[in-house]
Antibody, heavy 122, light 108 residues
């Protein structure tokens, strides 16, 4: 079965760049969209953006200026970079597969990584 | 962006109870609505997509209904493992996916 695993530093200094990688195992990253989401401590879920292995990434408008998502099909991985981080970027970061259901035309996050906590602090 | 409002924000119930959680969208989103369950320290788990289709492997005591702006997640008979936080999420406006604020279901 397909599994996702996030990796990257758990501590990032303010104004620096947060970088995370999601490794997909048990299946190929081709033919799906792959998303990044986050959840600040004690709060709800926020979607950042996604990428398709054969297309350009797309981002949530309010985050677009600071976020870059890329994919490496040779490694079966996709990555997230967030520039100029502040304490407000402290959160659990999740990668997730975005499945499109043809029957309903609906997109849903059907497989998730376990999440990785990133703290922004000096 | 499509704002989703869940009610109640928290709910206490007993084993065996039937419970319902609602999600209201600020505009019509047809049936582009999904439900997730999240337990403490765990990633969310997809329960229902397209407003009413049960994800593979999810127990049949979970059901979803609604269209347009009003949606409901129903658990027909609460089990101990169902105590968690539940989120709705819309995919009508893409790629501008948004989530409700969550409903915490606790043991009475």
């Amino acid at each position: 079965q397909v599994q996702l695993q996030e990796s990257g530093p758990g501590l990032v200094k303010p104004s620096e760049t947060l970088s995370l990688t999601c490794t997909v195992s048990g299946g190929s990253i081709t033919n799906y969209y792959w998303s990044w989401l986050r959840q600040p401590p004690g709060k709800g879920l926020e979607w950042f953006g996604y990428i398709h292995s054969r297309g350009s990434p797309d981002y949530y408008p309010s985050l677009k200026s600071r976020v870059t998502i890329s994919a490496d099909t040779s490694k079966n991985q996709f990555s997230l970079r967030v520039n100029s981080v502040t304490a407000a970027d402290t959160a659990v970061y999740y990668c997730a597969r975005t499945a499109h259901h043809d029957s309903s035309g609906n997109d849903a996050f059907d497989i998730w990584g376990q999440g990785t906590m990133v703290t922004v602090s000096s | 962006d499509v704002q989703l409002t869940q009610s109640p924000s928290s709910l206490s119930a007993s084993i065996g109870d039937r419970v319902a959680i609602t999600c209201r969208a600020a505009q019509s989103i047809s049936t582009y609505l999904n439900w997730y369950q999240q337990k403490p320290g765990r990633a969310p788990k997809l329960l229902i997509y397209g407003a009413s289709t049960l994800q593979s492997g999810v127990p049949s005591r979970f059901s979803g209904s609604g269209s347009g702006t009003d949606f409901t997640l129903t658990i027909s008979s609460l089990q101990p493992e169902d105590f968690a936080t539940y989120y709705c999420q819309q995919s009508y406006v893409i790629p501008r996916y948004t989530f409700g604020q969550g409903t915490k279901l606790e043991i009475k």
